[in-house]
Nanobody, 118 residues
Framework: QMRLVESGGGSVQAGESLRLSCRAPSAILSTFWSMDMSWYRQVPGQDRELVAGITSDRNTHYADSVKGRFTISKDNNKRAVILQMNNLKPEDTAVYYC?????????WGQGTQVTVSA
């Protein structure tokens, strides 16, 4: 399992924006381009849900609840996957996790808290 490091969470008011970043280890720089990456989120007491994903050829997909508000992107040079979150709503409040499956091994970040107040 590789160590994924998320950053960028915080507390905002409804309608504001946040930008989450997830970086993969430097050891996989040469293969990061080939990796599909995803963002999940979890509210206490609920299952972790897929928010957005991006494939190695940059195809993206989103949960219906975030379409038109969130954008996922990938920076292969920085080994990073970004989640730009605009027009945040209180129901977006959750811990957000970065995820990838690489060579059959699933890796998760430690999570970053996003709190949106009405």
């Amino acid at each position: 399992q590789m160590r994924l490091v998320e950053s960028g969470g915080g507390s905002v008011q409804a309608g504001e924006s946040l930008r989450l970043s997830c970086r993969a280890p430097s050891a996989i720089l040469s293969t990061f381009w080939s990796m599909d990456m995803s963002w999940y989120r979890q509210v206490p007491g609920q299952d972790r849900e897929l928010v957005a994903g991006i494939t190695s050829d940059r195809n993206t997909h989103y949960a219906d609840s975030v379409k038109g508000r969130f954008t996922i992107s990938k920076d292969n040079n920085k080994r990073a996957v970004i989640l730009q979150m605009n027009n945040l709503k209180p129901e977006d409040t959750a811990v957000y996790y970065c995820n990838t499956v690489h060579q059959g091994v699933t890796s998760w970040g430690q999570g970053t808290q996003v709190t949106v107040s009405a």
